[in-house]
């Protein structure tokens, strides 16, 4: 049974940073890329960054390029979102993702929220 575990959200305020982690279980973890996800409040969840099974490929959304960068710990079976020069759009849950052909396994969310 497919289990993601997101930790690291909080408030901080414009400009600062926060690293989120995805603890993953119930698949092999090295196989599969992986990403984060976000939703704001009334809008529709979208793409924030991909990265891919060894950990050779990332893929960024336009607005978070050269602020967040994700990583993995295959070892660990870990990905991490590291967010820098945080900025109040970037207020949303934060949602690990696995897609395995047409399923998508989602973990409960963690809560950014960037405010002065």
């Known amino acids: 049974q497919v289990q993601l575990v997101e930790s690291g959200g909080g408030l901080v305020q414009p400009g600062g940073s926060l690293r989120l982690s995805c603890a993953a279980s119930g698949f092999t973890f090295s196989s599969y890329a992986m990403s984060w996800y976000r939703q704001a409040p009334g809008k529709e969840r979208e793409l924030v960054a991909r990265?891919?099974?060894?950990?050779?490929?990332?893929n960024y959304a336009d607005s978070v390029k050269g602020r967040f960068t994700i990583s993995r710990d295959n070892a660990n079976n870990t990905v991490y979102l590291q967010m820098t020069r945080l900025k109040t759009e970037d207020t949303a849950v934060y949602y690990c993702n696995l897609r395995r052909g047409w399923n998508d396994n989602w973990g409960q969310g963690t809560q950014v929220t960037v405010s002065s």
């Open positions: 990265i891919t099974s060894t950990g050779g490929s990332t």
